[in-house]
């Protein structure tokens, strides 16, 4: 069966195709699917990037765009920090990881 794939774009929406992807992934194995084609707009187009890239894999990249959305883009660099009310000292203790 031939099968193209189009990753919506659309920010966090990435997230939850990544999802999609480690369910459709084995259920197009299964199928012997061929891949014809994979495309995306936006976060969506960096989603078809990754399974592209990992197509040969028999997990057809779901673990490393699985890996990339756990591990690298839903880990905040920096700590959250809110904007205190009444609070004049929040910046320094923000730079120092006190708030967040």
């Given at each position: 069966?031939?099968?193209?794939?189009?990753?919506?774009?659309?920010?966090?929406?990435?997230?939850?195709?990544?999802?999609?992807?480690?369910?459709?992934?084995?259920?197009?194995?299964?199928?012997?699917?061929?891949?014809?084609?994979?495309?995306?707009a936006?976060?969506?187009?960096?989603?078809?990037?990754?399974?592209?890239?990992?197509?040969?894999?028999p997990?057809l990249?779901?673990?490393?765009?699985s890996?990339?959305?756990r591990?690298?883009?839903?880990?905040?660099?920096l700590?959250?920090c809110?904007?205190?009310?009444?609070d004049?000292?929040?910046?320094?203790?923000?730079?120092?990881?006190?708030?967040?």
């Amino acid at each position: 069966m031939k099968t193209v794939v189009v990753f919506q774009g659309g920010g966090a929406l990435g997230a939850f195709a990544s999802g999609v992807w480690e369910a459709l992934a084995p259920w197009l194995r299964e199928r012997d699917a061929r891949l014809i084609g994979l495309a995306g707009a936006s976060i969506g187009a960096i989603n078809a990037a990754v399974v592209a890239h990992r197509l040969h894999e028999p997990d057809l990249g779901a673990g490393c765009l699985s890996a990339l959305w756990r591990e690298q883009i839903a880990s905040p660099s920096l700590p959250f920090c809110g904007w205190p009310i009444g609070d004049h000292d929040w910046r320094a203790r923000c730079a120092a990881g006190m708030v967040s």
